[in-house]
């Protein structure tokens, strides 16, 4: 696949992935369209599955190709990624006023960047859970699409110390302004959304509600990415972290052989540690292996035989240097966008990963000519982490966290390198198909 294509699709990918609902609804189209067939964790999956795609929870995915060769003597190469990003989330309550303004009530989801959620058009998207006629509930995806909502800032002439590190409440100051009320007028947040969960849900084949129960919604940046840098050499957009690195796993899978058996699990919940049932500390990707596993040898030391034979490279983004503040980095571990993957590296096991997964990536970027970079936190700073050490831990399987350099973590609209997702693909796709 050439890079701008690459590009292309990943922009759209994202683009069109506001939640992480939507990341695998996406994915699974994708995967459908490659000949995937959609298994259902509530039924008996046939015993020969070639290449399959299963979903939990609506955010998590695992896919598969299966190789000709036997598990137990091969094992698994894994790409693990996650498909939710730092937001503010609509809360049971949507609602509030003040000074003749309806606000959307709202909470953190995970480790935002406060500052720049501040004037930017805002729109919602998410889940809805509701009744029909009958009192089915039923589930559809609503993306709002349009910007409805702003949280403006404060005039400086307001607040002199505007420019001096103020803190953001996110209680009181958060707060996006929908509406400016006429006299007695209420903003009736779930008539609009049973609206709209109903146009978007018969454009997707679902039968209509009759009423709204419950949601997952979220707010989002309606700005759409974009290509930066007089040579075009940067991408900004929302959710770079790790919806980039999702849609290069997927690329990856679908450009992946059937020598060895390949497979990717793009995780919910990583944003905000990982423990739920769909996220990395649950039993999602350890169910399917077992079940794959059990179709080749139904022997209970199977299991354990084939995740020591495999491998798993976790993709979540990295930090690059940033030119304005570059003493937040180790001298020695400073990578740069455009400088290829990133090996992360953590004495505390913050990320997963031995001198033998090290070697067999740095020797697969040689192989392909593809640059490698490390990454390791300053001492006296506290480091990040990702699902790789979870994953590790709950499964015993070997894993590397790798990722491509970023800036502006967690903030509305990050800046990636437009060569790297090329770079990470080429790594991957090599990877399933020919590790050494
Ligand atoms: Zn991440």
Known sequence: MDGEALLDGLLRFIRRSPTPYHAVENASR?????????????????????????????????????GHQPLLEHGV????????????????RPTRQSQGYAQFNVETYGGVL???????????????????????????????????????????HLDRNA??????????????????????ESFDFERILLEKANIDGRAD???????????????????????????????????????????VALRA???????????IVCNDHEEVGSVSASGAQGTFLSNVLERLIANEDSQADAFPRVIQQSLMLSIDNAHGV???????????????LNGGPVVKSNANQRYAGGSAAKALFRSLCERTGVPCQWFANRADLACGSTIGPLTAAELGIPVLDIG??????HSIRELAGSQDPGYLLTCVTEFFNRLV
């Open 30 to 66: 994708m995967l459908r369209e490659a000949g995937f067939r959609e298994l259902s964790e509530t039924e008996r999956w046939p015993p020969t599955v070639s290449d399959g795609f299963v979903t939990r929870d609506d955010g998590s995915l695992v896919a598969f190709r299966s």
């Open 77 to 92: 190469r894994l790409a693990g990624v996650h498909t939710d990003s730092p937001c503010l989330r609509i809360r049971p």
């Open 114 to 156: 406060l500052h720049p959620w501040y004037d930017r058009d805002l729109s919602i998207a998410g889940r809805v859970t509701g009744a029909d006629a009958e009192g089915q509930l039923i589930s559809t995806l609503v993306d709002f699409r349009d910007p409805i909502a702003f949280i403006p800032s404060l005039a400086i």
């Open 163 to 184: 420019n001096k590190g103020r803190d953001i409440n996110p209680q009181t100051e958060l707060s996006p302004v929908a509406l400016r009320l006429g006299q007695g």
């Open 205 to 247: 084949g679902d039968a209509s509600l009759a009423r709204v129960l419950s949601w997952d919604l979220l707010l989002y940046d309606t700005q759409p990415p974009a290509r930066i840098g007089l040579r075009g050499e940067f991408i900004a957009s929302a959710r770079l972290d790790n919806l980039l690195s999702t849609y």
């Open 253 to 263: 899978l679908l450009a992946a052989g059937n020598e060895h058996t390949s497979m």
């Open 322 to 336: 940033h030119p304005n503040f570059a003493d937040k980095h180790d001298a020695e571990h400073r990578p740069l």
């Open 404 to 409: 491509v350099a970023q800036f502006g973590m």
